[in-house]
């Protein structure tokens, strides 16, 4: 009988069908056993295409039998061809639609807009998760009042903790209240897709996503995983703030992510004791703004402190008090949000049109 050696040398005269290699050189071939009831050659191929692999498999078995020596059987075993791995943006399973909340850069209060939104939308009879992606300064669970940690369900999935009528995870939810986030990029953008991959979300209308300030390394983990929907630039009427407005949008556009809108946080300040309007940051600098790039005016919230007082007692303004005159601000706004977003879906669900022949 001729050696493993021997038949894996033959093999390499076995080219690969349609090409000029051969099935050794291109990894086919895992392993030989040569015994006295005959020759076992296990195949790895590449291609699930079954025409193709018994093309192989008849090769292989002539050019073994031809060999001097050779007796008793010759047995071929395929391993199944790995599936081919899904390429660009994938959906989340269950997820309708995700809508990023981003800034150019901190200190708009995006948090703040972000929580209360997500409130908003599922006030409006929506089932609503929140993903607080702001790894190093995660703020949601302090403005949701969750003391709670991150429990692991079934396959070690993670599970959201339900808080106010919405499921929420961040990375606040695995440390002690002081302790500091000193990671690299790469194990950023890891945690950045667990949250996306790996967490029980359900079902879900609206998955909101609180991202960091500016374009770094969560917003290209997160263009590069999923698609999403819509994206909302927060911004305060500061020319510093604007600045950044239009890199915020840019970074939309060039992951082909439609701008659902900006929304200008601190627009105006409402003293409580008299109520009288003061534009401490100038005032409809974002109106101006969203003109000028072409994309909708979600809203205007004022510097309010009862906004700032719920968020730090952990129960959000929407939720505190949904009658207050920013709870109904907020709910238009997340109003004008599932316009846009069916609007999305729509444009992304229509056909292409057609171009006629000549």
């Known amino acids: 009988m001729p050696t ?3 038949i894996l040398e033959r093999l390499k ?3 690969y069908p349609g090409y000029s290699r051969d099935i050794v050189s291109f990894g086919m071939v895992k392993d030989i056993e040569v015994s006295s009831s005959g020759v076992t050659i296990h195949l790895a191929p590449s291609t699930a295409q079954p025409e193709i692999l018994r093309q192989i498999e008849d ?3 002539t050019a073994v039998a031809a060999m001097p020596g050779v007796g ?7 391993s199944a061809a790995p599936p081919p791995r899904p390429r660009g943006p994938q959906p989340i399973p269950g997820v309708a639609s995700i809508v990023a909340v981003a800034s150019g850069k901190g200190g708009v209060g995006k948090s703040t ?3 209360n939104l997500a409130l908003a939308l599922a006030s409006l009879s929506s089932t609503v998760g929140l993903l607080d992606a702001d790894v190093y300064g995660p703020s949601v669970p302090l403005m949701l009042g ?3 940690k991150v429990r692991a369900g079934e396959d070690r999935k993670l599970v959201p903790v339900e808080q106010h009528g ?15 986030v000193i990671w690299r990029g790469p194990m950023v953008t890891k945690l950045v897709t667990e949250f996306l991959r790996n967490v029980v979300w359900g079902e879900l209308d609206v998955l909101v996503i609180d991202l960091p300030p500016g374009t770094g390394d969560v917003q290209l983990t997160l263009t590069q995983q999923v698609p999403i929907t819509g994206g909302v630039i927060v911004t305060t009427p500061q020319d510093v703030a ?4 239009r890199r915020g949008v840019q970074m939309f556009r060039q992951v082909h992510a439609p701008v659902l809108g900006v929304i200008e946080n601190m627009s105006f300040h409402i003293c409580p004791g008299c109520g009288e309007r003061a534009e401490l940051f100038a005032h409809g600098r974002g109106a101006e703004m969203a003109r000028s790039l072409g994309v909708p005016l979600l809203g205007e919230i004022p510097l309010v402190r009862a906004i700032r007082e719920a968020g730090d007692h952990g129960v959000p303004l929407v939720a505190a008090d949904p009658a207050h005159p920013q709870s109904r601000a907020f709910r238009e706004i997340a109003e004008r949000v599932l316009v846009y977003l069916a609007e999305a879906r729509r444009t992304a669900a229509a056909p292409s049109p057609t171009v006629p022949s000549a």
């Open 146 to 148: 969750i003391d709670a």
């Open 113 to 115: 807009v972000a929580t």
């Open 13 to 15: 005269r076995v080219p």
């Open 4 to 6: 493993p050696q021997d």
């Open 59 to 61: 090769a292989v078995r």
């Open 72 to 78: 008793g059987t010759i047995e071929i075993v395929s």
């Open 166 to 180: 919405i499921r929420a995870i961040s990375m606040g939810m695995f440390l002690g209240e002081h302790t500091p």
């Open 242 to 245: 604007l600045a950044d407005v």
